[in-house]
């Protein structure tokens, strides 16, 4: 169990994960964490990373910094998203681990996973098959990372553990019209197309492929959970263990939102990966399960989308 007063030390404490820790720990009743913006601490940057441990030595640290994006980012920039991602995560894990941290939580992706995996996803599938090629740089940084705690474990004897969350959204999530993930998009879409009186909305494929989301609060329960009750070299997996197809949730997207236009689908774009379901028996055995529904968890998001208007900007 982390004491409350250990020092902790969030990277990526600005975005929709790092913030959501943050808020959980603080709710929880810890104090002391350290945070560091991008243009104090760029993670990429191996002696400033090693300069900001040894100076600060945290006992623990949550790894949830990271370059995402969804499809057409991933697409357009895939040897930034591998660059970027295997830089940081290497540079913080490694100097955690050479100044001797505590324990360390790697937040990966479910993107790790085969395309063709067998569904519900276990987290044993790691590396059994081919990755959906339309991610396969950002899959293949994080599988570093969580390989690289693995390793660490196994030869130094440290206690560092690793997260795959599946589709995240809630708090301070990031809309941008390419950037974005397909939930945030959605949100941004119709929202737009209500306001501006749009008589139709077109979607990306033909609505068919399969996904699970996860109220981003949620998840940093689970991360917090996780530190203090779980120790291993496999990874584990954070999700709902339920899925709807994405014709589903832009439907339920258009009715919190408001929209009654004619959603239309452009399948001339990719689907991406045919389906994405985790097998989540790991926390549930644990004794963690998520408390917010989807109907619930599009109404904050929605809601907080339109509290925070420059988020739409990033």
Not at 146 to 162: F, H, M, P, V, W
Not at 220 to 229: D, E, H, I, K, Q
Request: net charge negative; charged share 20%.
């Amino acid at each position: 169990m982390m004491p409350l007063d250990a020092k902790i030390y969030v990277a990526g404490h600005r975005g929709m994960v790092g913030s959501a820790i943050v808020r959980q720990l603080q709710r929880q009743g810890y104090s002391n964490i350290i945070t560091r913006t991008h243009a104090e601490l760029d993670l990429c940057r191996q002696a400033d990373v090693e300069q900001f441990f040894a100076a600060e030595r945290p006992d623990y640290v949550f790894l949830a910094a990271a370059k995402v994006g969804g499809i057409v980012a991933n697409s357009n920039a895939l040897a930034d998203f591998m660059y970027q991602n295997m830089m940081l995560e290497m540079n913080v894990i490694n100097a955690a681990w050479r100044n001797g941290c505590r324990k360390l939580e790697f937040l990966g992706s479910s993107c790790i996973y085969p395309r063709l995996a067998p569904q519900p996803m276990k987290e044993d599938c790691l590396l059994t098959s081919a990755l959906e090629p339309t991610n396969e740089a950002y899959a293949l940084a994080k599988i570093s990372g969580l390989k690289y705690c693995e390793y660490l474990n196994r030869q130094y004897g440290t206690d560092y553990i690793s997260v795959m969350p599946t589709n995240l959204y809630g708090p301070n999530d990031n809309y941008h019209p390419e950037h974005s993930h397909v939930l945030p998009a959605l949100i941004r879409r119709f929202h737009e197309a209500k306001v501006n009186g749009a008589k139709s909305v077109t979607c990306w494929g033909d609505g068919s492929p399969l996904r699970e989301f996860l109220y981003v609060d949620d998840l940093a329960n689970l991360c917090v959970f996780l530190m203090n009750n779980y120790s291993g070299n496999e990874t584990v997996n954070a999700g709902t263990g339920k899925e709807v197809t994405i014709k589903q949730l832009t439907e339920l997207v258009a009715k919190v939102v408001g929209y009654d236009g004619e959603i239309l689908w452009d399948t001339t774009r990719p689907n991406g990966t045919p389906r994405k379901l985790l097998d989540v028996s790991k926390s549930h055995a644990l004794g963690w399960h998520h408390t917010v529904e989807l109907p619930e968890g599009i109404a904050l998001a929605y809601a907080d989308f339109l509290n925070n208007p420059m988020r739409a900007e990033r």
